[in-house]
């Protein structure tokens, strides 16, 4: 698997890229399921189209806008970044899309906007896992402003130069991957800039064992497995992980003078 | 029996050459090593319920098979995690010591072994049938552990494991029933009855 020809840019990680049929068919989307496999064989129930995203909350300009016409504000762009899940394994994944940051620019956030809370699409119909309550729906994630404006924060439409496949999900989805992949929302139907920080799906499933920052850091274990190692899919053995799953010298400074341990 | 039993091996190796584990082989084969594990445990402590609500003798004489099945599934499940662990013995007494999940599911292995060791006639001759029973009651302590060990280990659904646990805890219910001599006036325990 050769993707990207393209010389890599300041922020895409020269490791090989996980093939393309192990990212689209081995997936944490509990709208569609519990199993890594629900979301690949249930995704063609997800209609993309039309699909609009409501931006509201700390905005100068409050609106709904159809997805085809936000992608179309901004050039977009391959980022090749590293995906750690806090279950311990991890990809390697060729993300089409556009900074956050330059999203949230151009929402004109208000002096009182210090969190951006994305919401996910709340539809059992299409979100079969929606009909258990085995999370409470819809899924709901957010970053500190700060955070949502670093350049490595990424919203992806995109996989592999191809449109972004349901499980992996369409049609919009966050790319932040210094965080757990838990933090990477998939599917957001909204974007709300707010003043406190948001409560967060698996920060509310179980506290103790999801923080609201969720930053990859071998040193803090889950209370019930090891962080300090992951699998790369495609790999049998393990490899060390590595604070802010390598990003440290560009994110590190997010955090100066922050508990890390406490703010896990 | 014991070759119908070793069947799930042969299709786990068979899924593992053609590629049908799926992206994250390991961790499948650490996963359904350790259902099989449980599940044969189950089954092992479903005999004796099993023969007094029926009277049938034929799931007494298949009960050693099951159990030395679920031990022999929980050493390869436990293979497999070390294998997954570069057989780092620090990295494993870390995860034993620190983490209950692998405690509880470390302990049940362990408790098995004396088990394993102790499923001959020799074996039950050699102790005295009372203290063979007695010892073999550890199977109780296993089977618990591993139900907990599952519990913890799914991330969030706990349907399945709560599934084990009542099925378990259902099992323990008729044996203690059974057990309970003055609830039942007028009726000893069959001496047959083997206590396990």
């Not at chain 1, 020809?5 to 989307?29: H, I, K, W």
């Not at chain 1, 299409?126 to 700060?146: H, I, M, N, S, T």
């Not at chain 2, 082989?25 to 996963?31: M, N």
């Not at chain 2, 139900?147 to 659904?157: F, I, Q, R």
Request: aromatic share 12%.
């Amino acid at each position: 698997f050769t993707r990207p020809a393209r010389p890599l840019g300041p922020y895409d990680t020269s490791e090989a890229v996980t093939p393309y049929a192990q990212a689209t068919s081995y997936n944490n989307f509990y709208e569609f399921g519990l199993d890594k496999g629900d979301p690949a064989r249930l995704a063609g129930s997800l209609k993309t189209r039309p699909w609009t995203v409501r931006i509201d909350g700390e905005v100068r300009k409050p609106m709904t806008v159809d997805i085809d016409t936000l992608q179309g504000w901004f050039p977009l762009e391959d980022r090749v970044y590293r995906m750690r899940c806090v279950e311990g394994w991890s990809m390697v994944m060729p993300w089409l899309g556009f900074p956050l940051a330059a999203l949230i620019r151009r929402l004109e956030p208000t002096s009182k906007a210090k969190y951006v809370q994305f919401t996910a699409l709340l539809d059992p119909k299409q979100f079969p896992g929606q009909r258990q309550a085995v999370l409470k729906w819809p899924y709901v994630e957010g970053l500190r402003l700060d955070e949502a404006l670093h350049p490595l924060a990424f919203m992806a439409v995109g996989l592999d130069g191809r449109v972004l496949p349901g499980q992996n999900g369409a049609p919009l989805r966050l790319a932040v991957p210094w965080k757990y992949g838990f933090k990477s929302i998939k599917s957001v139907v909204r974007i709300t800039l707010t003043e406190k920080q948001p409560q967060t799906t698996w920060a509310l499933a179980a506290p103790q064992e999801y923080g609201f920052y969720a930053n990859v850091n071998p040193a803090v274990p889950h209370p019930r497995w090891s962080q300090a190692t992951e699998r790369r899919i495609g790999e049998l053995g393990r490899r060390k992980t590595l604070p802010f799953n390598g990003y440290a010298e560009q994110v590190a400074g997010l955090y100066n003078g922050m508990d890390l341990r406490r703010y896990f | 029996m014991t070759v119908g039993g070793l069947l799930p091996v042969a299709v786990l190796l068979l899924d593992a050459a053609t590629g049908q584990l799926g992206a994250n082989p390991i961790q499948r084969a650490t996963l359904q090593t350790g259902l099989l594990t449980l599940a044969l445990l189950v089954l092992s402590l479903a005999c004796t319920p099993l023969r007094l609500l029926t009277g049938w003798t034929w799931p007494a004489r298949i009960r050693k098979t099951l159990g030395l099945l679920a031990f022999g599934y929980a050493a390869l499940h436990f293979l497999i995690y070390l294998f997954d662990h570069g057989f780092d013995l620090s990295l494993m007494t870390e995860d034993v010591l620190e983490r209950p999940f692998i405690t509880a599911g470390f302990t049940a292995l362990l408790l098995l072994v004396p088990l394993a060791l102790t499923s001959t006639p020799r074996a039950v001759k050699r102790l005295g049938f009372q203290r063979w029973t007695r010892l073999h009651q550890l199977a109780y302590v296993a089977v618990s552990l591993g139900a907990l060990h599952y519990y913890w280990g799914v991330k969030k659904d706990h349907t399945q494991p709560l599934i084990y646990a009542a099925v378990i805890a259902g099992l323990f219910l008729i044996r203690l029933a059974r057990r309970a001599p003055n609830r039942r006036p007028g009726r000893t325990r069959p001496r047959t009855a083997a206590p396990d």
